[in-house]
């Protein structure tokens, strides 16, 4: 009914719900707020892990996941509430766009909001809060950029800060203890990939059994398949061939054949003339003189045995990406036909040593001395699964971090110095700004000093001594200053070695901003009814 | 439920299941209905506007969009109610007709029901009231016209375009970057448009997007993006003076679609057919490789075979190209669309300077870029954002701008936003009701108010004191004898629009008016609604 006494007909469907206004706000501040809340905690070289377990029939229920890494949290979790979708879409954008920082996204756009919602009680309309942001964020953004250095990409303070840049990603994660040691390797892996910025160069094996420490980066390649049996073992100066073609019969492709004969001998002649078929694609193979062959797909015995009895060392069922692998490391053509072995020399890839070798139980072929040599593995060890896949985690953050250093090249000192040096930034900013927005912009500021406060707190440390330590600090000039979260003081980043990449924070801060704005701009919430579902 | 009875005093069964259906008739139903379409109207209206809110839309299946687009809004909404229907058919008509003003159509609508609900309520036939409405709208159009004014689009680099799109940019989550994305949103459109003939193929601007980045990073491409990649991992990633083939034939043996056997009886049939079959692929490579293709871009997919005796004759090849982007490239490219393999003929190719493959972020996705083709000037819009959410609603932005730019270079006539347009309209609209002398003259009075809700709900949005701002703008147009004063939305310190620069084409305002008034009175003449009664 409408305030004359109209009954309003029912114009949206049934269970479809409509909140407006006030209402619609609070529903997105909460269920935003809760979401950045639940991964706060995990922030920082102090930060907790959870356990994610989940839900559903069956095995499943078993396989728990230890993390501490914010977007596979938000990403395991069921949310109703459409504001935390959306922190948990930029969580998961900041992941795909430079892989780290996807707690502080959350954390960020759920302390804006926080900030926001005071605003909204104090009566200040959304659109002002949201014209004062977009100010203090373009004086944030500015004043990050001004902060950042640039080393050249060839010398050696440019490595060293990749190694600290490492160090202070990984020191949130599990490994804290093994930072210096997994910094020195991932920032290896990384140079080795000579600026490309291919991810998928860099393989990463885990192994459960031994410790942490026990983790590696070979300098060659290895693929996680066996030498079939019969074959040697090692080979030095291999020529590889790496093909993509059926080895086990090789089907007919057109379209509706049948075979149909009408006698025993039939049979056998084209069993024959199938053998006579594998007999011949083994020759042409042959013809290019590999003297190991990979292929992705099965091979059976009888072309296998062909292939050995020419000594010839045989892999079979590479899986896809192994196969890249492998082509790119060894410089080798994926083939599928073999009709131009004139073309030998070019197509085939070539290493110094193949062997197979054993790391804890399993049995893995090892390409050394590659002519290539652009895909290189990193081989982790651990004590459990969990532990391993955690590992995964961190790694992969560290390592697409300094990709995304290695391409922008600029950084900025960590332990929360660039938030305060924003933070800073927008406060004076608020002061020279007329109007209501001047509050949004301390607002932001605000928010923006929240994540050094939250990361103290993590630490057990007392938050509002520090952050106002580090305020003067700052006042006094001193650039570089920030958290020292081993001994609870401000401390000197430059002799801390704690580094950050700038494109993370701007990814951070940029996509934050936008996500709250989005938010904030609501004052409707419609939700259709829910599809319904045939159980079966 | 009304019933009729014969002589006997039987009941006549006039409907079909009369008991189960859910009848209103008569006045009962005019509330109804009006009151239906005014939900929907309301919930639009605080979208108005530069200062104008967003909606939270949460699909059947639980996604989450957010987006101030009038029409986007209602098609999400899932709106049942018939009447409620209409409204949302409203939006849709103006967002296929136009592609802007989708918000204001709908508000306008509800603001004229709002007035018919009190014409009935004084007991002013439903049919008066629709003829008023006519007469009136009629009165408005002319009016809109004459205040119109021609701006020059090629002065001052196309300065008129760049803030029309930033007007209709204004309203949405963008609005930061609007000189930007209007930018962006010209050069694009003017990129594609055929300036003599004063039309534009929006079909040959490809809004593509992409997680990650922000805003700010939205680009232009003067090419065509694919979300594709070449079909084998080792082809060259960049194609120079490319020669596209543009095929619709799988590199695959045959499939004939007439269902067929090929029966095999002996060794020798065997090994021929196997030889056949090897055959095939190298002819298809050859043919295209004979026309003097260097890439082929194919809407089907390959066989391994196929895919390697392309990489090994150094034939860059992009498999599953949508059947759009093919059709796309054709245009841009001058390639012919080839569907046999038998048919390539150089001439057939398309040309473009280059093809080459671009990567994204750390999740090692790829798109190919194919730039400077050879006929028109197909463009691609890429537009990045921190989230899905703000990417989908910055690509409805970006539509609603090129619309609007069209638009303008088909007819460049436009009126001064920010209210005014409307408000000289209801000024013109209450002179004109004066002089009529029959019951249509409240219609046209109230029509006039209905025009007016228009400013006042935009005074409304931006936080003014609606009745105060909107007095006083007409109390100026009036005195000033100027139909561009109207509601200092921005806050910038002027009421005139033309100096707060807020263009809109006469087109859309003429068919925002008409459309709405066309759809309020037809719900004015719905007297009885009969639906299956499902409660």
């Known amino acids: 009914m409408d305030i004359v006494g109209n009954v309003l007909p029912q114009v949206l469907k049934d269970e479809a719900t409509e909140d407006k206004g006030e209402m619609a706000r609070l529903q997105s501040f909460v269920g935003a707020i809760a979401v950045a809340d639940l991964v706060k905690t995990t922030l920082g070289p102090k930060g907790m892990d959870k356990i994610l377990k989940p839900t559903g029939p069956g095995q499943e229920m078993t396989h728990i996941t230890v993390t501490n890494d914010g977007a596979t949290i938000l990403k395991s979790m069921y949310v109703e509430n459409p504001a935390a979708k959306i922190l948990i879409e930029i969580s ?37 809060v949201i014209a004062g942001w977009r100010i203090a964020r373009d004086v944030a953004l500015k004043r990050l950029r001004d902060i950042s250095s640039e080393n050249d990409i060839n010398s050696q303070e440019f490595h060293d800060d990749l190694v600290k840049i490492a160090r202070t990603t990984l020191s949130s994660k599990l490994i804290t203890s093994d930072r210096d040691y997994f910094a020195d390797l991932c920032v290896k892996a990384v140079l080795r990939l000579k600026g490309s910025s291919n991810l998928d160069y860099i393989q990463i094996i885990k192994l459960p059994g031994g410790t942490i420490r026990d983790s590696y980066l070979d300098d060659g390649f290895i693929l996680k398949k066996q030498i079939t049996i019969g074959c040697k073992r090692r080979i030095e100066n291999a020529k590889i061939l790496v093909a993509n073609t059926a080895m086990d019969y090789d089907k007919i492709k057109i379209y509706g054949t049948k075979v149909k004969v009408n006698s025993m001998d039939k049979v056998a002649e084209i069993e024959a003339a199938e053998k006579e078929k594998m007999k011949h694609k083994v020759d042409k193979i042959l013809k290019y003189q590999p003297t190991v062959f990979v292929n992705r797909q099965l091979i059976y015995n009888y072309p296998e045995q062909l292939l050995a009895d020419s000594g010839i060392t045989v892999i079979e069922h590479a899986d896809f990406e192994g196969m890249e692998r492998v082509a790119a490391a060894t410089g080798a053509e994926i083939l599928s036909t073999f009709d131009a072995p004139e073309r030998s020399a070019q197509v085939l890839g070539h290493c110094d040593l193949i062997e197979e070798i054993m790391i804890g139980e399993e049995k893995m072929i090892k390409f050394s001395g590659c002519k290539k040599n652009e895909a290189c593995t990193i081989v982790l060890r651990g004590a459990s699964t969990h532990i391993l896949d955690e590992v995964d985690r961190s790694i992969h953050d560290a390592l697409c971090v300094l990709i995304t250093t290695v391409k922008n090249k600029r950084v900025v000192w960590g332990g929360g110095n660039s938030e305060m040096q924003m933070a800073a930034a927008c406060e004076e900013e608020a002061k020279k700004v007329q109007g209501k927005q001047a509050f949004a912009i301390e607002a932001f500021a605000r928010a923006l000093r929240q994540i050094p406060t939250i990361i103290c707190d993590n630490g057990g440390y007392d938050s509002a001594e520090l952050i106002q330590n580090f305020k003067v600090e700052l006042q006094k000039g001193n650039q570089s200053c920030g958290l020292n979260m081993t001994d609870g003081t401000i401390g000197n980043m430059s002799e801390l070695g704690v580094k950050e990449c700038l494109r993370v924070k701007e990814q951070a801060l940029m996509a934050a901003s936008e996500a709250a704005e989005l938010i904030m701009r609501v004052d409707d919430i419609v939700k259709c009814a829910p599809r319904k579902r045939e159980r079966a | 439920m009304s019933l009729a009875f014969d002589d006997y005093g039987r009941p006549y069964i006039i409907l079909r299941d009369q008991g189960q259906k859910k009848r209103m008739k008569g006045l009962e139903a005019y509330k109804s209905n009006i009151l239906a379409a005014k939900a929907v109207a309301n919930t639009l209206s605080s979208s108005l506007g ?25 098609e999400k909404m899932e709106i049942q109610h018939p009447t409620a229907k209409l409204l949302v058919e409203l939006s849709q008509s103006q967002d296929a007709e136009i592609g802007d003003g989708t918000t204001g159509v709908v508000v306008l609508a509800g603001k004229l029901l709002e007035q018919a609900l009190t014409l009935l309520d004084k007991g002013i036939h439903p049919l008066k009231i629709s003829d008023g409405f006519d007469r009136a709208c009629d009165v408005a159009i002319k009016h809109l016209e004459t205040i119109s004014e021609e701006i020059d689009i090629q002065a001052n680099e196309h300065e008129a375009l760049i803030q029309a799109a930033c007007t209709a940019l ?10 930007e994305l209007g930018k962006i949103a010209v050069t694009a459109v003017l990129d594609v448009a055929d300036l003599a003939r004063r039309d534009v193929n929006l079909d040959l601007i490809k809004i593509q997007t ?12 003067s090419g065509i993006l694919i979300d594709k990649d070449m079909s084998h991992p080792q082809m060259p990633k960049e194609v120079k003076e490319a020669k596209i083939c543009l095929l619709t034939c799988p590199f695959e043996p045959p499939k004939p679609k007439t269902k067929h056997n090929i029966n095999i009886s002996s060794a020798e049939d065997y090994k021929k057919l196997y030889l056949q079959e090897q055959q095939y692929f190298v002819d298809m490579v050859k043919l295209v490789k004979d026309s003097g293709a260097n890439i082929a871009l194919c809407q089907w997919g390959f066989d391994d075979e196929a895919n390697h005796l392309l990489l090994q004759n150094e034939l860059p090849a992009v498999r599953w190209v949508s059947g759009t982007d093919v059709e796309l490239i054709a245009m841009a490219t001058g390639a012919r669309i080839i569907p046999r393999f038998q048919e390539i003929t150089p001439e057939k190719l398309g040309k473009a300077g280059s093809v080459k493959e671009v990567q994204f972020g750390t999740s090692n996705e790829r798109m190919l870029v194919i730039e400077n083709c050879q006929c028109t000037k197909a463009v691609t819009i890429l537009i990045r954002g921190g989230s899905q959410m703000i990417v989908d609603e910055a690509k409805r932005s970006i539509h609603d701008a090129i619309c609007v730019i069209r638009n303008l270079i088909k007819d460049n006539r436009i009126v001064y936003g920010g209210g005014s347009a409307e408000l000289a309209c209801a000024i013109q609209v209450l002179q004109y009701a004066d002089e009529v002398s029959s019951v249509e003259q409240y219609a046209i009075r109230s029509f006039a108010d209905a025009l007016e809700g228009i400013p006042n709900c935009l005074a409304d949005n931006c936080g003014l004191n609606p009745i105060t701002s909107v007095a006083q703008a007409k109390s100026r147009q009036l005195q000033e004898n100027n139909p561009r004063i109207g509601i200092d939305c921005m806050e910038l310190g002027t009421t005139d629009m033309k100096e707060q620069r807020i263009y809109e084409t006469l087109s859309s305002k003429k068919q925002q008016i008409q459309l709405a008034t066309q759809v309020v009175k037809m719900i004015l003449k719905i007297d009885d609604v009969i639906a299956p009664d499902d409660y």
Request: charged share 30%.
């Open chain 2, 170 to 179: 204004g309203s949405k989550v963008v609005s930061k970057r609007k000189r």
């Open chain 2, 210 to 221: 992409k997680t990650g980045g922000s805003v700010e990073d939205t680009r232009l491409i």
């Open chain 2, 50 to 74: 530069p200062k104008g809110m967003d909606k939270m839309l949460v699909s059947p299946d639980g996604d989450v969009s957010v987006t101030n687009d009038g029409a986007t809004i209602v």
């Open chain 1, 92 to 128: 998961k954008t900041q992941d795909e766009e430079v892989g780290d920082g996807t707690t502080t996204v959350a954390v960020l756009a759920g302390e804006l909001l926080r900030e926001g919602e005071k605003l909204i009680q104090k009566r200040i309309h959304p659109q002002h």
